[in-house]
C-alpha cells in the first residue's frame, strides 16, 4: 500500500487508525472478510470501512466529595448516514474507547439493515466505571454527556439507547437534558425510556425475548427438540435475564446463569424468576441457595444444548472455543465470540445466530417506540410483542435462505444481508457533490 493510500483509508502518517483497537480491527477484518464473498463494489467497501462521523469528548466531573474533579471521556459514533437518522446504545464502561465505540457502530449498521429498519449505525460510550457512582454521580455524568454531543442527536439525526451499564433512568436524564435545552419536552430523542416519558412498553425485555424468540425455528433447523432443552445464560443484566426468563417459559432448561462476580449451575434446573429477585435484591448472585457456584470461565464449558452469551465481547476465544459443549450458540451480547473462535465452533458443528440477528429484537422495539413517540400513538404490548416475532422469524428465515442458497455460514449471510442493503441505498444515492 502506497502512504496516500494509507492516508485515504483513515490512517495517519505513521500508519495509525484513528480508531485503532482490537475490536475495531476485527469487525473491520469480518467486513472485508463478507464483502469479498459477495464480490462488493471496492468503493463501497472503502466507504463501509469507516465511520462517517466519529466525536471524543472530554468533560469535567465533579464527584460527590467537592473537591475532586475527574475528566471524563465520552464518545459517539455514527457509522452510515445514508439510511435515515443514526440509532445506537450508549454504554458506561472503564474500558470503553473510541475503537470499541466504531466496531459496535458498525454492527449497528447491518444490524439494522439486516431486520429492514430505516437507521444508519451508532454507538456511544462515557468511560467511567458504572459501579462506583452514586445515583446523583450518575446523573451528573449524564446530563453532561448529553450536553457535549447535543450538537449531534435528535429524533431525525441519532437516536441514543440503553446498553452496558446503563439504563431506563439514565436515557430518562437524557430526555430530559435534551428536551431543557430546546425548550419542549422531545421524547423521540431516545429510546429505552421509561413508560411514563414515551418509552415503550416491553422494550426493558425485547432484546433477551428476541433472542430467544429464535429458539424454536433455529431447533426447528436442527431438527432439535427445544422443550427440555439445557440453556446456559452469561450474563444476567438486561439481555441476560431476561432471555433465561423467555427460555424457561418456553419449557427450556435453564441450568446455569451469571452476572460479573461469577455462576451459579443446577444440572436440574434453576427457578429462574427466584434468581431475577435474588439479583433485584443483592444485586448478586452470590448467595442464591441450593446451587453450585461456577466461574465465569467454566460456565462456557457446561453440558447444555444452548449457550446464550449475554454480557460481554469476547468470551469465547480460542482458547476455550473446543470446550463449548452446546450445540447451538444464540449471541446475546455484542462480538461474544471472537473471529478465531467462530471459525473452531463452526468447523465443530456448532450453529451460531450471530449477534446482528440474534439481538437485534432490541432495536426493533426502539424502531417501534421511536415512530410511537412522533406519532404520539401507543401501541399495546400484545401489538409490540407481535410485531417483533414476526420481524424477527422473518429475518431469521431469509438470512437461513442466503446461508443455505449461498453455502455461507448464518453470520455471513447475515452480514451479506445488512452490507448488501446499505451498498445499495449507497450506489443509488450517489457521490455528493
Ligand atoms: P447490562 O449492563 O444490563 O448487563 C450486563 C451483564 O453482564 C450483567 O449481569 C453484568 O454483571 C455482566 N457482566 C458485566 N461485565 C462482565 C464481565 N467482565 N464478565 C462477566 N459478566 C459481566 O447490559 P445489557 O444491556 O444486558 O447488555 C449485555 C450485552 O448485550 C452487551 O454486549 C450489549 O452490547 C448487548 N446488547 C444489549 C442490548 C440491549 O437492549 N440492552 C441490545 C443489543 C445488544
Redesign the pocket.
Known amino acids: 500500500m502506497t502512504d496516500n493510500a494509507n492516508l485515504g483509508a483513515g490512517m495517519d502518517e505513521a500508519g495509525q487508525l484513528e480508531w485503532e483497537s482490537p475490536m475495531y480491527h476485527e469487525a473491520v477484518a469480518q467486513f472485508d472478510r463478507v464483502a469479498e464473498v459477495m464480490g462488493l463494489d471496492h468503493n463501497v467497501a472503502e466507504r463501509l470501512r469507516r465511520p462517517q462521523r466519529s466525536i471524543v469528548v472530554t468533560f469535567p466531573f465533579r464527584r460527590d466529595d467537592y473537591t475532586e474533579v475527574d475528566t471524563l471521556f465520552g464518545y459517539r459514533v455514527q457509522h452510515v448516514l445514508t439510511m435515515g437518522p443514526t440509532k445506537g446504545?450508549i454504554?458506561y464502561?472503564p474500558d470503553v474507547n473510541l475503537g470499541e465505540v466504531a466496531a459496535?457502530a458498525m454492527l449497528m449498521t447491518w444490524?439494522c439493515a439486516i431486520v429492514g429498519l430505516p437507521f444508519g449505525g451508532a454507538k456511544g460510550g462515557v468511560r467511567v466505571s458504572?459501579l462506583d457512582l452514586s445515583r446523583s454521580e450518575l446523573q451528573r455524568v449524564t446530563r453532561r454527556f448529553t450536553t457535549e454531543i447535543i450538537k449531534f442527536i435528535g429524533p431525525d439525526t441519532d437516536i441514543p439507547?440503553?446498553?452496558?451499564?446503563?439504563?431506563e433512568q439514565v436515557m430518562a436524564w437524557l430526555m430530559d437534558t435534551y428536551s431543557q435545552h430546546v425548550g419542549h419536552a422531545e421524547p423521540a430523542v431516545v429510546t429505552?425510556k421509561p413508560p411514563e416519558l414515551g418509552g415503550s412498553v416491553a422494550?426493558r425485555e425485547?432484546?433477551?425475548r428476541g433472542v430467544v424468540s429464535l429458539l424454536p425455528a433455529a431447533a426447528n433447523h436442527l431438527d432439535h427438540p427445544i422443550n427440555e432443552a439445557s440453556v446456559v445464560v452469561?450474563?444476567?443484566?438486561?439481555?441476560?435475564?431476561y432471555a433465561a426468563i423467555a427460555a424457561s417459559e418456553m419449557g427450556c432448561r435453564v441450568v446455569a446463569v451469571?452476572?460479573?462476580?461469577g455462576g451459579i449451575y443446577n444440572p436440574d434446573g434453576l427457578d429462574v424468576m427466584a434468581v431475577a429477585r435474588h439479583?433485584d435484591n443483592h444485586r448478586?448472585l452470590e448467595g442464591f441457595p441450593g446451587v453450585d457456584r461456577v466461574t465465569?470461565d467454566e460456565i462456557f464449558t457446561l453440558d447444555c444444548d444452548v449457550l446464550i452469551p449475554?454480557?460481554?465481547?469476547g468470551?469465547v476465544t480460542r482458547a476455550n472455543a473446543d470446550d463449548v459443549k452446546a450445540r447451538m450458540v444464540l449471541e446475546?451480547?455484542?462480538?461474544?465470540i471472537t473471529l478465531e473462535a467462530d471459525d473452531i465452533l463452526r468447523d465443530r458443528g456448532v450453529f451460531i445466530v450471530p449477534?446482528v440477528l440474534a439481538?437485534?429484537?432490541?432495536?426493533t422495539v426502539?424502531y417501534f417506540e421511536w415512530v410511537q413517540d412522533l406519532q404520539n400513538y401507543f401501541w399495546s404490548e400484545n401489538e409490540i410483542v407481535g410485531r417483533l416475532r414476526e420481524i424477527m422469524n422473518r429475518a431469521f428465515h431469509e438470512v437461513l435462505h442466503i446461508s443455505t442458497n449461498e453455502g455461507v455460514d448464518m453470520r455471513t449471510a447475515a452480514l451479506i444481508k445488512g452490507i448488501r442493503r446499505v451498498a445499495e441505498a449507497k450506489l443509488v444515492r450517489g457521490v455528493y457533490p
Open positions: 446504545g454504554r464502561a459496535l444490524k458504572p439507547a440503553p446498553d452496558l451499564g446503563t439504563n429505552g422494550r425485547a432484546t433477551g452469561h450474563g444476567f443484566g438486561n439481555v441476560g435475564r451469571s452476572d460479573i462476580y439479583s448478586t465465569n449475554a454480557a460481554i465481547g468470551v446475546g451480547a455484542n462480538n461474544p449477534d439481538n437485534a429484537g432490541g432495536v426502539s
